[in-house]
């Protein structure tokens, strides 16, 4: 079994390392700039953690949230600001990138090994910036929610728990990669404050991926069978689904909505898919309000009747 966690722990790292490399060609790429591949010391945390790992597989990993899955987001986070900011300097010219490039691709004859090397940065030039980085956005989603899957367990989160938290991942990756594909393709012009605002709010809900306090239960056995004790707090008994709405709340459609409300009503740009998706935040907001309201409700009326039967003689 060790060999198996080993390979899983290899491999994973792995997937991180080559895709956080692809964004940092990337952004080499787009800025020509040899400079920009120092961005490949941000790997280094990461093969640190793997070579700890490997080292120590007797040792329990972080129950409360995933190492590896943090620094894998330092080291592809940088990268993908940076192609994201580029973008929206040269959206005006890079609109049309692949027409050019596609009618420029076309007047070439490929004939031989030679010639299909020297076109290989002509067949690079034909996809647009637009499409790179969405590209990159979906494989980075993707990868976190297989990577997790593949990382061993190593004494943190149970399977049960793992199921749980991959299928809120999926939710929760469709919902990040709309925010962002949706609201930028929303900014016509060129505008420093609300790009940067916008790439902090996705940053900051990429945070939600390294963590599994959302379906992780901190109570040990012993202390489920008291759970309608008066003495227990209403955190010990609900800590997983009241982080589970301050994760909706100040993580992800919290925030969403904010942005989505300033690039409506400061910024005056509207569009059908920005009010329906702003319109869900909302929703999700009040009801996650409404879920906090329930669960401090019957809390109160849980340790009332626990309160009278422990007077009962």
Known sequence: MWLVHSVYTIITRALFILVALFGVWRVTWVKKDPKYWFLSFLFLPLVVEMMIILKNRKGKGCKWFSPPI?????????????LELHHQKEKVTSSHCSYRAASASKNKTICG?????????QVLSSVCSKDWILALHQILLILLIVGKWLLP????????ELSQLLLIFVGTAADILEFT??????VK????ELVYTILAVWTWSMLQFPLHLSVINSKPDSEKEDEDSPEVSLWSKHSTD??????ALFIQNGPFLVVRLTVMIYFKLFGQMIIFFAIKNFLVVILSFYRLIIICDNFRQSRRVAGRDSQVP
């Not at 012009?189 to 420093?192: A, D, F």
């Not at 009241?242 to 994760?247: A, F, G, H, L, R």
């Open 70 to 82: 943090l620094l894998f987001l330092i080291s592809i986070i940088p990268s993908i600001w940076i």
């Open 113 to 121: 090994f030679s010639v299909f090397l020297q076109n290989i940065e």
């Open 153 to 160: 367990l190593r004494g943190g989160i149970t399977k049960d």
């Open 181 to 186: 594909s949706e609201t930028l393709s929303d």
């Open 189 to 192: 012009v060129y505008t420093p």
């Open 242 to 247: 009241i982080w589970s709405v301050m994760e």
